[in-house]
């Protein structure tokens, strides 16, 4: 084979692996979806109408997320800027909602429905340790028992989350940390064939609002056994 056919015969494989690598993408669109009416109506009002549909390679609608319109961090932001942490656990972030049976990142089977989305900060002990590169979760909890917008005790949260996967562990998803976000949601690609949906919101910290960066994990399990 001469130097051109090979040259020639690396772009067209290129192009198929490209081709491949998009074929292989989750995407998401933000587009107007009612707000679910299975929220309670104090939930709904902090909700955003325009909903994240984040859809499979093959364009299927894997779940949809309304995130909340804004947020107040309950302490200030500390050295490394404003994270997860400064929101306070138990707050309210988003609702989510499955079309289908979904796994969460503990591999539970979470039915098909829509569920509210709290902050919860993984406990630091040793049944914990290793199970995720991250301490911050949302929290599932079914709507129809998520019936108030304040924050709440974490144990409560925690086990009204566990009704949401049937067990005695609550339902989560790990959130990465998304410290540039950028202009619009958009799914990355992680290790371990794990996906996220990234995007940002604004958050009021001592007088100022700044946006603060989300990477829900939308598909992904954790690899501890």
């Not at 319109?69 to 707050?91: D, H, I, N, Q, V």
Request: overall charge neutral.
């Amino acid at each position: 084979m001469t130097r051109r056919q090979l040259t020639a015969a690396a772009v067209v494989f290129l192009a198929l692996a490209g081709s491949a690598a998009a074929e292989d993408k989750y995407t998401v669109k933000t587009e107007d979806a009612p707000l679910p009416p299975e929220l309670s109506a104090p939930v709904r009002a902090l909700l955003d109408t325009k909903a994240l549909s984040v859809y499979d390679p093959k364009g299927k609608l894997l779940c949809t997320v309304w995130a909340r319109k804004a947020l107040a961090a309950t302490a200030p932001a500390g050295p490394e800027g404003l994270t997860y942490r400064e929101l306070g656990e138990s707050t309210v972030v988003g609702a989510v909602r499955f079309p289908e049976v979904w796994g969460d990142y503990r591999k539970q089977k979470i039915k098909a429905g829509v569920y509210t989305l709290r902050m919860g900060f993984q406990p630091m002990d040793g049944d914990h340790q290793g199970t995720a590169p991250f301490n911050e979760f949302c929290l599932l909890s079914q709507a129809a028992k998520d019936v108030k917008a304040d924050p709440m005790d974490a144990k409560a949260l925690q086990q009204m989350s566990a009704g949401a996967s049937g067990g005695s562990h609550p339902a989560v998803m790990l959130l990465f940390p998304n410290p540039k976000p950028a202009a619009g949601p958009e799914v990355e690609p992680k290790p371990n064939e794990t996906w996220v949906l990234n995007y940002q919101r604004p958050v009021t910290a001592g007088g100022q609002t700044t946006n603060l960066g989300f990477g829900l994990v939308v598909v992904g399990h954790t690899v501890a056994e």
